[in-house]
Structure formats: structure tokens, C-alpha cells
């Protein structure tokens, strides 16, 4: 069965300060892959999606970037981060047709000081 | 502008009660409808809506969509505390991209 992690689960950054959260999946190749960022009280928010190796989309202009070096992993970077970044980011993997569900791992709390 | 829309946004019951979420939306070109269960962490899947009038059934969970209407609802019968959570719903668009609704948190008392 497919298997999807997140980590780390929490984490707290200064303002300013470097970003990476990492996303791997297993059993499954070639899945298509998101970030997404959740607020309180609000919907998820579409940040990255990928479909194959090296293949970004991205929805939001912002300071984040992703990349996607091998099929079943995803990275969600930052060089410099700000305070309204802090949220739940959220990686998702989806079968390579984008008509079935997504599934999604734990998640990570990003907090910014 | 697309758009999904949730209600309620909040919900308490008691143990036993049965629940109906609701969830309308205006999206050009609709492909399907998700539904979720997010309780601290992770969104689990719980249906894939396509077709008007069909209702999906797991256990005490079913739902059912409304095409000319524009809606869907999320039922819940004899409501358990484990069933408390965070019910997500999802327009899947003409491009392929999921338009997430707020959520409606269900919290059940014992």
C-alpha cells in the first residue's frame, strides 16, 4: 500500500531564517505531488504541484519555492522566511491522473518568530 | 470568481444524534466533488462525487450531490466521539485543481 511522509512535524524559525520540508511517498511511482498551506479557518491553499521529476507548477507568487529531485519525493524550500509564512503546510500525493483523489500526509507547523 | 462554500462552520451534538453537512459551490466546469475528514493532522479521503443522484455510502458516513442545484451534503447517522473532526469539501475544477471549502468542525459529546 502507499505510504506518504512529512517531516518535520513542528517547527519553529526565525524571521529570516532558511526553510526546507521534505515529502516522500512510497509505493507508487509516478504520482503527481502538492504543497499546500492550511490556515485556520480557511480552505487549503495550493501552493506547488508537481507531475513528474524536475516539473513545477506553481500557484502563488511567493517566497517559497519546491523541487522534486526523484519521483516520490518533494521539497518545499525558503531562502529567507517571513512572518506570514507561518501555517500548516501540507504535502499530498495523487495517483498520475489528476481525476482520483489526493492523499495526504500529517503535515508540518510552521511557526516564524 | 469559483468558489466552494461550507455550513455550518461549527457544529456540537450529542452522541447518537445524526448530522448533515452541507456544501454548495459555483465552479465553471465541474468535474467532481471530495469530501474529507481532517481530525488533528492529515485529510482522509471519504468520497468521490461525479454523478447527480447517486448517493455514496461508507458504514454511518453517505453523501449524495446535487448537479443542478449545486450541492452536496455529508451525512452522518448515530454520531460517535471519534467522529468528531473537520469535514472538508473539494470542487475539482476544468483544470484539474481542487477549490477547498473553509470546513465544518463537527464536535460530538458524549
Known amino acids: 500500500s502507499q505510504t506518504i511522509h512529512q517531516w518535520p512535524a513542528t517547527l519553529v524559525q526565525p524571521v529570516g531564517s532558511p526553510l526546507s520540508l521534505e515529502c516522500t511517498v512510497e509505493?507508487?511511482?509516478?504520482?503527481?505531488l502538492y504543497w499546500y498551506r492550511q490556515a485556520a479557518g480557511r480552505g487549503l491553499q495550493l501552493l506547488f504541484y508537481s507531475v513528474g521529476i524536475g516539473q513545477i507548477s506553481s500557484e502563488v507568487p511567493q517566497n517559497l519555492s519546491a523541487s522534486r529531485p526523484q519521483d516520490r519525493q518533494f521539497i518545499l524550500s525558503s531562502k529567507k522566511l517571513l512572518l506570514s509564512d507561518s501555517g500548516f503546510y501540507l504535502c499530498?500525493?495523487?495517483?498520475?491522473?489528476?481525476?482520483?483523489?489526493?492523499?495526504f500526509g500529517d503535515g508540518t507547523r510552521l511557526s516564524i518568530l | 470568481e469559483d468558489k466552494v462554500v461550507q455550513s455550518p462552520l461549527s457544529l456540537v451534538v450529542h452522541e447518537g444524534d445524526t448530522v448533515t453537512l452541507n456544501c454548495s459551490y459555483e465552479?465553471?466546469?465541474?468535474?467532481?466533488l471530495l469530501w474529507y475528514k481532517q481530525e488533528k493532522k492529515a485529510p482522509t479521503f471519504l468520497f468521490m462525487l461525479t454523478s447527480s443522484g447517486i448517493e455514496k455510502k461508507s458504514g454511518r458516513l453517505s453523501s449524495i450531490l446535487d448537479k443542478k442545484e449545486l450541492f452536496s451534503i455529508l451525512n452522518i447517522t448515530a454520531t460517535q466521539t471519534g467522529d468528531s473532526a473537520i469535514y472538508l469539501c473539494a470542487v475539482l475544477d476544468s483544470n484539474y485543481q481542487l477549490i477547498w471549502g473553509a470546513g465544518t468542525k463537527l464536535i460530538i459529546k458524549p
Open positions: 509505493g507508487t511511482s509516478n504520482p503527481n
Open positions: 499530498a500525493w495523487q495517483e498520475g491522473r489528476f481525476n482520483q483523489p489526493q492523499h
Open positions: 465552479v465553471t466546469n465541474f468535474r467532481s
